[in-house]
């Protein structure tokens, strides 16, 4: 689990692709200082393993898997890149961002960059199974960051970057036409699977009863509208 609040840009130093994975390496020189084998660090918004690291050189190796590489933007990466890292959240640690699975859901594209006052407008590009739980105030996972959905359009959403966002993440310096990584907020995927009911077929009769009436009630209350 992690918040989206990146710590640090690292640097990637080879992405070795086999036939169904890969071995990614990154220079990380604040990521690394806490770092063991096995812990789970999100990569440009994607939770991977570390599965070696070399502490005197700042490096950190990770496996990817055929799947990820797939249905993530890190098969693009190439070594100079720079990369959104955030170490997976503790107890002791602080919330600022929102809840981040680090599990992609799809890919979007920049489509505009826009200057906004001192910050930028960012219109991308994205997927109708990522679009559908996205509103408008709600927060959502953009390479990682913790970012909040201004407008949500036909087939895209828009964020506004402030300029710390920029220079410390990713965000600030991709351009037009380049891709990202987007996960949903996770709540919303809850609600949606409520809402459409199939999470009511997988309860008992009873607990069945209870919700319907739960959704009679919000409809006639004007919460939702179907």
């Not at 739980?133 to 927060?139: A, C, Q, W």
């Not at 990682?144 to 087939?155: A, P």
Request: aromatic letters at 6%; proline letters at 3%; a neutral charge.
């Amino acid at each position: 689990m992690f918040t989206g609040l990146i710590i640090e840009l690292g640097e990637v130093v080879s992405l070795e692709k086999k036939t169904e994975s890969a071995r990614l390496s990154i220079k990380a020189s604040e990521v690394v200082k806490d770092a063991v084998p096995g812990d789970s660090i999100a990569v440009n918004g994607v939770c991977l393993t570390v599965t070696k690291l070399l502490t005197h050189n700042s490096e950190l190796f990770f496996d990817v898997s055929y799947e990820t590489m797939r249905s993530t933007n890190l098969g693009n990466l190439k070594r100079g890149d720079r990369v959104n890292l955030e170490p997976s959240l503790r107890l002791n640690s602080k919330v600022g961002g929102h809840f981040v699975t680090g599990h992609v859901e799809d890919i979007g594209k920049i489509r505009s960059k826009t200057p906004s006052g001192n910050a930028l407008r960012i219109e991308i590009e994205t997927p109708d199974n990522v679009l559908r739980y996205l509103v408008e105030k709600g927060s959502v996972a953009v390479d990682g960051i913790s970012l909040t959905v201004v407008d949500v359009l036909k087939d895209a959403f828009s964020v506004v970057i402030i300029p710390h966002t920029a220079k410390m993440t990713t965000i600030g310096f991709k351009n037009v036409g380049d891709t990202v990584n987007l996960e949903p907020d996770i709540l919303g995927k809850y609600v949606a699977k409520f809402l459409t009911g199939s999470w009511l077929i997988t309860h008992g009769a009873q607990t069945k009863n209870q919700d319907s009436e739960l959704l009679s009630a919000l409809k006639k209350s004007g919460f939702i509208s179907k």
